[in-house]
């Protein structure tokens, strides 16, 4: 089965995006110039993404597509006709269960998924399908918006593999999920 793994930023009370979906937030923050956080190492041992369609909507507003590798966006809202032209080889649609895409991605020869999206990460996690993640805290408070954790059926044990400063202001945890 390929394993889920998260690489998310999230502010102080726990939200990854405003209600809307913008990170208007998360770009104010200064960047260290010479610490990604580890984005590259990370996006290095993935085989693709899996985000859902508000984390897709949100990157298309980026103007530039960020990614070399294939992504998967899990949507029932989203049509083949929403997906950019230029993108389709890129991109593609997936209406499965979390589980039975992450049956179909093994089947593809996927090992490691880089999950995005705060609703996704969520139903992942309820599936027990992440392995690992790395969250950056942004010391903002923002009150309101999606939240990285929701309602969850048991417990989640965690398991602390490091955590590290980027910067002068955030603090980055890297989880394992046991």
Same mark, same amino acid.
């Given at each position: 089965?390929?394993?889920?793994?998260?690489?998310?930023?999230?502010?102080?009370?726990?939200?990854?995006?405003?209600?809307?979906?913008?990170?208007?937030?998360?770009?104010?923050?200064?960047?260290?110039?010479?610490?990604?956080?580890?984005?590259?190492?990370?996006?290095?041992?993935?085989?693709?993404?899996?985000?859902?369609?508000?984390?897709?909507?949100?990157?298309?507003?980026?103007?530039?597509?960020?990614?070399? =590798?294939?992504?998967?966006?899990?949507?029932?809202?989203?049509?083949?006709?929403? $997906?950019?032209?230029?993108?389709?080889?890129?991109?593609?649609?997936?209406?499965?269960?979390?589980?039975?895409?992450?049956?179909?991605?093994?089947?593809?020869?996927?090992?490691?998924?880089?999950?995005?999206?705060?609703?996704?990460?969520?139903?992942?996690?309820?599936?027990?399908? $992440?392995?690992?993640? =790395?969250?950056?805290? $942004?010391?903002?408070?923002?009150?309101?918006?999606?939240?990285?954790?929701?309602?969850?059926?048991?417990?989640?044990?965690?398991?602390?593999?490091?955590?590290?400063?980027?910067?002068?202001?955030?603090?980055?945890?890297?989880?394992?999920?046991?």
């Amino acid at each position: 089965m390929v394993t889920g793994h998260v690489f998310i930023a999230t502010s102080l009370d726990g939200f990854v995006a405003r209600d809307d979906h913008t990170l208007d937030w998360l770009m104010k923050q200064p960047q260290p110039a010479d610490d990604d956080g580890g984005y590259a190492a990370h996006m290095a041992e993935m085989d693709g993404l899996v985000m859902g369609a508000g984390s897709f909507r949100t990157v298309l507003g980026f103007g530039q597509w960020p990614y070399e =590798k294939p992504v998967v966006v899990m949507s029932r809202s989203l049509a083949e006709a929403d $997906i950019p032209e230029d993108l389709r080889d890129k991109v593609r649609l997936s209406r499965l269960s979390p589980r039975d895409l992450m049956q179909d991605l093994f089947a593809q020869g996927w090992k490691r998924a880089y999950v995005d999206g705060g609703q996704l990460v969520q139903s992942f996690l309820r599936d027990g399908l $992440i392995a690992e993640m =790395k969250i950056t805290l $942004i010391p903002i408070l923002l009150g309101s918006g999606i939240r990285l954790f929701g309602p969850l059926e048991a417990d989640i044990d965690l398991e602390l593999i490091g955590s590290r400063p980027i910067g002068d202001a955030m603090q980055q945890m890297h989880y394992g999920v046991t």
